[in-house]
Every structure is written in structure tokens, then in C-alpha cells.
């Protein structure tokens, strides 16, 4: 699999691929690429002619406490994935290379970042918005591919995307389990057996809310009680939140109106935090 670590070299294959009139699709990533990764590179890789993998651990989004450092890395892996999937090349940038010495320019987006995820990660957003409106302007895809895994961060992009009129088209590719039923994540690798067997109580707690919309509860509050109390049967879980909103503005709903987004972060073992959602729609009645 090529790797291109400069962005001089990235644009001019980018400007050979356009002159071709080819359409490019792109695939951001933090590398450690799992199946859910895999399966976004393969939607790409269906829609474009050419499939561009960004691995990058971009410490713009990594607050001071977090696991920037020590967050998984694997290139050759990483490589192996990509090739097996479809994809053309890798972009490989250090963050000296996509930074310089310093960044003095942010991008945004507020309102939808200061609450789920936002709220117990404050500026992790400013650093998921500046580095991909990078990537957008480097490599002009025609589209860009995220998981609804990270729903939040997909309907923050997406806003991006349609303030500032980048003429790009983000697509949002559904979450991918284990077996059991744990959402795919680059963070389930810090699980120890213990941890990785507790973990089951996102999906499990989530399903259960589902089921209870799925009756006909119109209660929310008794959905979030429904998620909060099974999840704190498990001893080795902790609560960071449990949200339902506006799946597209991320405003807090009180009745199930336009679809509705259901989601979770929890702690495992106080340290690995990991997140999972569901977004429900009442069936419309003809
Ligand atoms: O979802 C991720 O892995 C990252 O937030 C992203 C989109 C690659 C930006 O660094």
C-alpha cells in the first residue's frame, strides 16, 4: 500500500487523479484500523474511483489527561487493512507536517459540541473540526466517510460541512459489533477480560431502551431510567452520560417527534471510556 506523508506529494496525485476526472472518497481515520474501519474504506472503495485513508493521531482533540500517547498504533496493520479493503494510499502526516510549529487557527462549530461527548471532552470537537477541515482542503474529496458510531462527531461534520459550503458529501456508515454485540472501537483493546466482559452492558442497556420505544413508550425519562439503571448493575461501569436528543441538532427532546438519537458514554474500570448509540423513529402510520 503507498504511504504519502507530505501534502505537497498528496496534492499532486490528487491533481493527476482530477485531471483524469476521477472521484476521489475519503476515509479519516486515527489508524489502529478495526473491521468498522474496514467497512467504511469498502463503502468508499464501491462509491469512488480512488479511496484516500487518512492515519492520523491528531493531538489537536486530545485533552491534557487523555491517552494521546499512548493511543494504539500500527501502521503495517493499518496497511494490510487498507489494501485488503480498496483503498489507493494512505496519508500518513506527522503532526509537525499538518501543524508546523503551532496552530493558531481553530474552526468550531458550537451549540452541537458542548454537550455529550463535548461537555466531558471540551475542545475535542474545536480539534476533530480544524483537522478534518484541514484534510478537506488538502485532498478535495468528492466524499468523506464516518461511522455512526461516533454519531455526534458525524452530525457535527455534517454542520461543518454545511456552514462552510465545503462542496463535499458526508456519509454516515452504521456502527459495527463484535459478536456480542460491543460496538468496534480502537479503545476496546485496553480492555482486560473483566473489563472487555462489562463492557457488554452498552449494547445491552441500549437494546433494552430500544425494545421499549419499540412498544410504544412515549416517556423518555423512563427510557434514560431504563439505560441508567441497567448499566448501574454492572460494578465495574461508571456513568459519564446517557443523552437523548434531536439526532441532527443534538438538542435535548422531551417527546419522539423527528428521529431521535439515543446515546451513552461509560467508563470501564473508571479509565476506558467508550461510547454507543441508536437512533429511533416512530414508524409513520398511513
Ligand atoms: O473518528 C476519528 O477517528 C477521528 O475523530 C477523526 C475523524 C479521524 C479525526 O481525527
Redesign the pocket.
Known amino acids: 500500500m503507498k504511504i504519502i506523508h507530505e501534502i505537497y506529494d498528496i496534492k499532486e496525485q490528487i491533481k493527476k487523479w482530477k485531471k483524469e476526472g476521477l472521484s476521489i472518497g475519503f476515509v479519516?481515520?486515527?489508524g489502529f484500523l478495526h473491521e468498522g474501519h474496514a467497512s467504511l474504506i469498502k463503502t468508499a472503495s464501491k462509491e469512488n474511483d480512488k479511496v484516500i485513508v487518512?492515519v492520523?493521531?491528531?493531538p489537536l482533540?486530545f485533552g491534557p489527561t487523555e491517552d494521546y500517547s499512548d493511543y494504539p498504533r500500527d501502521i503495517d496493520h493499518d496497511s494490510k487493512i487498507c489494501r485488503e479493503n480498496g483503498a489507493s494510499l494512505i496519508f500518513n502526516p506527522s503532526p509537525k507536517t499538518m501543524y508546523g510549529d503551532k496552530n493558531y487557527t481553530h474552526v468550531n462549530v458550537d451549540t452541537l459540541t458542548n454537550k455529550l461527548c463535548g461537555f466531558s471532552r471540551p475542545g475535542h470537537f474545536q480539534?476533530?473540526c480544524t483537522?478534518?477541515t484541514k484534510?478537506f482542503n488538502i485532498l478535495s474529496p468528492d466524499k468523506a466517510y464516518?461511522?455512526e458510531k461516533?454519531a455526534q462527531?458525524l452530525a457535527v461534520?455534517k454542520r461543518m460541512v454545511k456552514d462552510l459550503n465545503f462542496d463535499i458529501e458526508i456519509i454516515g456508515c452504521p456502527i459495527i459489533r463484535e459478536k456480542d454485540g460491543l460496538a468496534k472501537s480502537?479503545r476496546n483493546t485496553y480492555l482486560d477480560n473483566k473489563g472487555r466482559q462489562a463492557a457488554l452492558v452498552l449494547n445491552k442497556s441500549l437494546k433494552s431502551a430500544h425494545n421499549l420505544l419499540e412498544s410504544g413508550e412515549k416517556d423518555l425519562s423512563k427510557v434514560k431510567k431504563l439505560i441508567k439503571n441497567n448499566i448501574e448493575k454492572e460494578p465495574l461501569a461508571t456513568i459519564d452520560y446517557i443523552e437523548i436528543v434531536d439526532s441532527l441538532t443534538l438538542q435535548p427532546v422531551y417527546k419522539i417527534e423527528d428521529p431521535i438519537l439515543v446515546a451513552i458514554a461509560v467508563y470501564i474500570n473508571n479509565k476506558v471510556r467508550l461510547i454507543d448509540n441508536f437512533t429511533f423513529k416512530i414508524k409513520q402510520v398511513k
Open positions: 479519516p481515520t486515527m487518512s492520523f493521531v491528531n482533540q480539534g476533530v483537522v478534518i484534510f464516518f461511522g461516533d462527531q461534520i480502537s
